[in-house]
């Protein structure tokens, strides 16, 4: 007979206590231990044993073969993209995001088109009937003989699923709907989320399949449930965007078999979601050219440069203490940025106040995208529109210089391909390497000589 034993644990940090409490000592939140019931004894018998089947080996490292990992490619790049160049068999991906972003319609339409390619595919809907998963499929245009819909939360009845049916690829929608019987606690909380993602690992692991699990987030933006999901599966993937725009951004967090500052742009459509295979161009789609405070950079995300457009907004401040609001980018890095133009170019700024925003719902964090955010600030304080076919690169140090940046040939190409005509960049950068045609390159050393140019 299996032991139970109770335990008291925090639905946000995962922390552990034998008594309640109000106040998590893990995580200084209020009212987030819940009581959980454990089983010792049974459904874990034999992990430790020896005889285990399946059990793997230590072998010596030149020993083992590798073949050329077998990634399987979608016909979304932008998805193939962000997970390293396709989906690799025995990794267990978990894809988090706001409710209504569209991973559901995302996975669907990634499942279907791994069917298409001869795979077996089994979609578990916890949050749907098969029949709500069948109109979605309709509306996506989406069937395929080998695409299987199912309809469960219970781990054991999904596990044995997946023994009969022995797909290639599996998606559970989502974590948090499915509960592993032995565990008495409800689905979704923190005992039942970790047990169901082991058991859905040692699947992937031993059966080869690729397993995405769908996780939903918390009002602060984590997946719900511990740190420690993030830290059981392969691969992260957060799926975010504005609710109010129809562009979503796949964004890898971690991932065992590729980079992680990938991403991957994707429209919502009336009839799903369909990639953006030139990503600057809708982020400049809505550009006012002519109007102050707004500059144009070359920001690298990833493997590939992205123009975007950073708008600032400087107005004095009516009372109290500036604002300093930024979207998109860090406040620090503006409020940095606000001091080195007082300082080092004398622009008077500190009754003023700030607010930046980067167009288009991106984030922003990446040194070479300073320059153009002091010279937004100080096109806005001048009220002095920046000219329209200017794109501005480069870091800001603390005594106004421009420091060099990387990629910088990848960058101005970029901004070549979208029409651009000059392109500021730090002095340090010109020279050893190919300026496209059409480019007028410029080398700035300092802000304010960067200013004099962009102004000029
Ligand atoms: P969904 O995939 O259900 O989101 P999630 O699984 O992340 O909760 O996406 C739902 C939203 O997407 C919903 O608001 C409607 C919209 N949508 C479209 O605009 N077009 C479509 O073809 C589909 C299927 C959904
Ligand atoms: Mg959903």
Known sequence: MAKKKTKFMCQNCGYESPKWMGRCPGCGEWNQMVEEVEIIGKGRKGSLSPSDEGRSKAEPINAIQTENEPRVE?????????????????????????????????????????????????????????????????????????????????????HQTISDLSPDFVVVDSIQTVYHPEITS????????????????????????????????????????????EHMVDTVLYF???????????????????????????????????????????????RSKGSSGSTVVASMEGTRPVLVEIQALISP???????????????NRVSLLMAVLEKRVGLLLQNQD????????????????????????????RDHPTRPADCIIGEVGLTGEVRRVSRIEQRVQEAAKLGFTRVLVPDKNIGGWKVPEGIELIGVATVEEALRQAFN
């Open 240 to 286: 975010e965007g504005e609710r109010h725009h129809t562009y979503r951004i796949l964004r890898a967090v971690k991932n065992r078999f590729g980079s992680t500052n990938e991403i991957g742009i994707f429209e919502m459509k009336e009839f799903g979601l369909d990639e953006v295979e030139n990503p600057s161009e809708i982020f400049l789609e809505e």
């Open 317 to 331: 401040t009516s009372y109290g203490n500036p604002r300093r609001m930024a979207t998109g980018i860090d406040h």
């Open 74 to 158: 979608t016909k979304l790049k932008e998805f193939n993209r962000v997970l390293g160049g396709g989906v690799i068999p025995g990794s267990l991906v978990l894809i988090g995001g706001d409710p209504g972003i569209g991973k559901s319609t995302l996975l669907l339409q990634v499942s279907s088109q791994l069917a298409d390619t001869d795979k077996k595919v089994l979609y578990i809907s916890g949050e749907e009937s098969v029949k709500q998963t069948k109109l979605r499929a309709e509306r996506l245009n989406v069937s395929s003989p080998s695409l299987y819909i199912y309809a469960e939360t219970n781990l054991e009845l999904i």
């Open 186 to 229: 409800a689905p979704g909380s923190v005992s039942q989320v970790r047990e169901c993602t082991a058991e859905l690992m040692k699947i992937a692991k031993t059966k080869g399949i690729a397993i995405f699990i769908v996780g939903h987030v918390t009002k602060e933006g984590a997946i719900a449930g511990p740190r420690l999901l």
């Open 354 to 381: 700030a607010y930046l925003k980067v167009a288009g719902g991106v984030k922003l964090d990446e040194p070479a995208i300073d320059l153009a955010i002091a010279v937004s600030i100080a096109s806005s304080f």
